[in-house]
């Protein structure tokens, strides 16, 4: 479907938007020049707002409860998505099975369905990152890949609670509700009011609003959620996925197209749903709670928890049932219809996941290659009756604790993220990890061909499992 769109203004740039919805394997290729001579601290930002920390209630909650890290999949981070090993400094063997990996405790972590990065936030609150370096994405000022985790200098004064990864960018969020940006910026995915190409340090994003509570990335968008319910986007807007009613097309001359890309946060005003006749409803006084991004898309849920989606619509990613992209938050009417209240949402490259205020897991979109997409939200029978504790959405595997125990599926190719074993690499169906049975995984987070689990050691049996795994070293 997106083959057709219309390109963007260089060659070079055509490719890659093709890329971006149509081919797996490139997905993370490296078609930028090499970052270098921007620094971050260039931009200036004026009258910010003062700094007050956040409510000890709402920061209660970003504390999933410390865990020790384990890791499976591809771990040579510049062959991540790449076709052949040219121009690699260092191949190391796919993890098949999980490993421990640093010894060190988290609280949180997080990674992208289309990233070769990650963010841990250790039991100080402090940020550490590892992985693909190429457009700075790791904050340290550098385009060094690390290997192992490792601090990022410039938030060491600061308490960060949550971060986010986009394909070659990064949010970090701090306690004060302050949200930092690093990484590529070409589309303006930083956030710091320009389109400096790469943003080398962790830099104060241009906004000054509310205290932020939650941040999300898109490939190469940013979401926001600020402490009174509103959502603020900014990036790329091609497919309609920042919800301002515009993919921001331009021509530039009678041949070049580009993009108005919006360098800093700017407020979703408009939700809507459709009615039967197919006209357009505004809904009034919405207020979002939580929210998820895929490469292209995101999915919301509000106050009352009804979820919304906008973005691309490719394979029912959206759930409307249809294929069109989506330029405001639009209701998903499956929900309503069935009387069912969404409690969660977790978005993949190009599916989406929602669990329902019975528990029950929904999936619309397509984390296959082949066969039939899910053009609507479809129950995944397969974990019905399990009570879901975290979920990870890679590119086109999904892994699940629920009750004690890990589920994982996706199909092939995969790199090992599913921790299956070196005999069964990928699985069509949601599979039984059997050497995690009987494991506290309190938390989950996958990278386009990487997992990682954070597994609660306070827990007798968890130990003993953990201490018998093998550790990956670097």
Request: charged share 25%; with cysteine.
């Amino acid at each position: 479907m997106s083959s057709k769109r219309k390109p963007d203004g260089t060659k070079k740039a055509v490719k890659k938007r093709k890329n971006s919805e149509s081919n797996y394997d490139s997905d993370l290729s490296d078609e930028y020049p090499r970052a270098g001579e921007t620094s971050a601290r260039e931009v200036v930002v004026e009258e910010l707002r003062p700094m007050e920390k956040l409510p000890e209630e709402l920061l209660g909650a970003y504390d999933k409860g410390p865990g020790k890290l384990l890791i499976a999949g591809m771990v040579s981070w510049e062959m991540t998505g790449k076709r052949d090993s040219k121009g690699v400094t260092k191949i190391r063997p796919n993890l098949y099975t999980f490993h421990r990996f640093t010894g060190e405790t988290y609280r949180s972590m997080a990674s992208f369905c289309s990233a070769a990065h990650s963010v841990l936030i250790d039991v100080n609150w402090k940020a550490w990152t590892f992985g693909r370096n190429q457009l700075s994405q790791l904050g340290h000022g550098d385009t060094t890949m690390c290997e192992k985790p490792t601090q990022v200098a410039d938030l060491a004064d600061f308490n960060v609670i949550q971060a986010a990864c986009g394909r070659n960018h990064t949010l970090f969020l701090t306690d004060t509700g302050t949200v930092y940006a690093c990484g590529d910026n070409k589309s303006g995915q930083c956030g710091v009011g320009n389109k400096l190409p790469t943003i080398t340090s962790p830099t104060r994003i241009s906004y000054n609003g509310p205290p932020i509570i939650k941040v999300g990335c898109g490939a190469e968008f940013s979401v926001i959620l600020d402490i009174k319910g509103n959502l603020h986007t900014f990036g790329l807007p091609e497919y309609g996925q920042l919800g301002h009613n515009t993919d921001g097309r331009y021509f530039v001359n009678s041949t070049k197209m580009s993009f108005h890309f919006e360098t800093q946060p700017r407020k979703v005003l408009v939700y809507m749903e459709k009615n039967k006749e197919g006209h357009v409803l505004p809904i009034e006084n919405v207020n979002i709670i939580d929210f998820a991004c895929g490469n292209n898309h995101t999915v919301a849920i509000d106050s009352k928890n009804r979820a919304y989606s906008w973005g691309f619509g490719g394979i029912g990613r959206l759930g409307h049932a249809e294929q069109k992209d989506e330029m405001v938050p639009r209701l998903i009417k499956f929900f309503d219809t069935q009387n069912r209240k969404v409690m969660r949402v977790f978005c993949g490259s190009s599916y989406s996941l929602a669990i329902s205020d019975i528990g029950s897991l929904y999936l619309f979109g397509q984390n296959k290659k082949t066969g039939e997409a899910n053009m609507y939200p479809k129950p995944v029978q397969d974990l019905a009756g399990w009570n879901i504790t975290s979920i990870g959405t890679g590119y086109t595997s999904i892994v699940i604790s629920a009750d004690d125990s890990l589920i994982a599926w996706g199909a092939s190719p995969t790199y090992g993220e599913l921790g299956l074993g070196d005999l069964q690499k990928s699985s069509s169906t949601p599979k039984e990890v059997t050497r995690m049975e009987g494991m506290k995984i309190p938390m989950i987070a996958l990278g386009y061909s990487h997992s990682l689990l954070l597994v609660n050691t306070e827990h007798e049996k968890t130990k003993e499992k953990y201490d018998n795994l093998p550790e990956f070293v670097v």
